[in-house]
């Protein structure tokens, strides 16, 4: 007598059914085979599909949350009228651009009120804020601005070594071009004071040479140049 399979299955992980299923659509057209392809790949497509979505609404989320707290910020330091209130701003936030701006902005005014030797530090403590707020280059510019002022206070001071914290600022290469050519320019102008014009026409060369050909500063270096005629043809040192 014949054996009955009929009640008999196909042992784990044989594919045969596969086969007749992939013989059967040998001649599907389109719509049949994206059947074929959906049915067997769904949970990874619906996977995946969530993955992307999740991806995107977290993004869209981070996106608008910091928008908003950047307007929230930026009206916080608005807000702020005096001293006391910039210096408490600076002090919460002190890893953002605008906690630089908040002691700058401090300074600025003790400079203006000649005390030179707090605005100093004042000025210290902003080009500190800006290298915590990261590199971009005006945070960077900040910082260099409020080096080269603070050095400028201290000159104002009489603190010795101010020149040295000015000439810093003209020998650096990565300094916005203005703040260096005015570093250039303030030490021809203390050279030219203390009568070395040596010094001086160092750096006024030293402007030509660094700077660009229209560079803001070129005025005001032909001005003083015009009216030092020791710096058109200077002495020659002293042999010692």
Not at 2 to 23: C, F, I, M, T, W
Not at 64 to 80: D, K, P
Not at 136 to 154: D, F, I, N
Request: aromatic residues 8%.
């Amino acid at each position: 007598m014949p054996e009955d399979r009929s009640n008999k299955q196909p042992p784990a992980g044989d594919d045969r059914n596969l086969v007749v299923v992939d013989e059967d659509f040998v001649n599907a057209d389109t719509e049949d085979r994206l059947w074929l392809f959906w049915e067997r790949n769904k949970d990874v497509i619906v996977k995946a599909t969530f993955a992307v979505v999740v991806g995107i609404l977290a993004f869209l989320a981070y996106f608008f949350w910091n928008e908003s707290r950047r307007e929230a910020l930026g009206e916080e330091f608005t807000a702020c009228q005096d001293e006391a209130a910039r210096r408490a701003f600076a002090g919460r936030h002190p890893g953002e651009a605008l906690a630089a701006v908040a002691l700058t902005d401090v300074a600025d005014d003790l400079k203006k009120a000649g005390k030179f030797a707090d605005a100093a530090k004042a000025y210290d403590e902003a080009n500190r804020l800006a290298g915590l707020a990261g590199k971009a280059p005006a945070v960077a510019a900040l910082g260099t601005r409020a080096r080269l002022y603070a050095a400028l206070c201290r000159l104002e001071a009489g603190e010795a070594g101010a020149d040295k914290a000015i000439a810093a600022v003209a020998d650096d290469a990565n300094a916005p071009e203005t703040l260096r050519g005015f570093a250039m320019l303030t030490l021809a102008n203390l050279a030219v004071a203390k009568g070395d014009a040596a010094e001086a026409t160092k750096w006024l060369n030293a402007m030509d040479k660094k700077l660009r050909a229209g560079h803001v500063w070129k005025s005001d270096k032909e001005a003083l140049v015009q009216s030092e005629p020791a710096l058109i043809a200077p002495a020659a040192p002293t042999a010692k």
